[in-house]
Nanobody, 111 residues
Framework: VQLVESGGGLVQPGGSLRLSCATS????????MSWYRQAQGREREYVAR????????NYADSVKGRFTISRDNAKNTVYLQMNSLKPEDTAVYYC?????WGQGTQVTVSS
């Protein structure tokens, strides 16, 4: 299993970023995929989840209405569109499949 996140960076408050997680080594079209994040000095926390077909999604209360998880099963990739970003969204963002994690991508929200 390989999970490779990309798309992080520095953005001003109120801005947007789109994270990608490219996957390989498993049957992506059957996989429930999740995003988590970990801010410095804090525990890793759940952000969002999407079912194998994309028909159902779930979000942490802290990101509901601002973030959107989606997937492209033809590209074996899951996305996290992040809008209206806040400084408290600053963290390393990870995608997760089963017990496997990517290496993470840093998102910094700062003016």
């Amino acid at each position: 299993v390989q999970l490779v996140e990309s798309g992080g960076g520095l953005v001003q408050p109120g801005g947007s970023l789109r994270l990608s997680c490219a996957t390989s080594g498993f049957t992506f079209s059957r996989a429930v995929m999740s995003w988590y994040r970990q801010a410095q000095g804090r525990e890793r926390e759940y952000v969002a989840r999407i079912t194998s077909t994309g028909g159902s999604t779930n979000y942490a209360d802290s990101v509901k209405g601002r973030f959107t998880i989606s997937r492209d099963n033809a590209k074996n990739t899951v996305y996290l569109q992040m809008n209206s970003l806040k400084p408290e969204d600053t963290a390393v963002y990870y995608c997760k499949y089963g017990t496997s994690w990517g290496q993470g991508t840093q998102v910094t929200v700062s003016s």
